[in-house]
Nanobody, 133 residues
């Protein structure tokens, strides 16, 4: 059973930066053949969950307009581990939310899920980001 574990959240002031990490644990497939599709989402109190960024099978990234130019998504599949990252810079108070990692691990080199359809198989429990003015 695959579980996603996020870390790196915290409290920062406006203009600060955070790097969120997401480790996929429990995967027993052949990592040399695995496509690691990843996405990051966030949900603020009283608001719906929204997509922040995702990375497709070819390494192309997509960002929500609200974070373009301030966020960078990446992933690593080194040493048999699948880890995703989200670098957040120039943070603003309206970036305050619980941030969730989502992922698919598959052999067919296709990433059908995105920040718009949210159709990822695995979801983490989230890491809190709080930005004060």
């Amino acid at each position: 059973q695959v579980t996603l574990v996020e870390s790196g959240g915290g409290s920062v002031q406006s203009g600060g930066s955070l790097r969120l990490s997401c480790e996929a644990r429990g995967y027993t497939g052949d990592n040399s053949r695995t496509t690691f599709c990843v996405g990051w989402f966030r949900q603020a109190p009283g608001k719906e969950r929204e997509g922040v960024a995702h990375l497709d099978s070819r390494g192309r990234s997509t960002y929500a307009d609200s974070v373009k130019g301030r966020a960078s998504i990446s992933r690593s599949q080194d040493n048999g581990k699948n880890t995703a990252y989200l670098q957040l810079d120039d943070l603003r108070p309206d970036d305050t939310a619980m941030y969730y990692c989502a992922a698919d691990l598959r052999y067919d080199r296709i990433c059908p899920a995105s920040i718009t359809n949210m159709a990822f198989q695995y979801w983490g429990r989230g890491t809190q980001v709080t930005v004060s003015s």
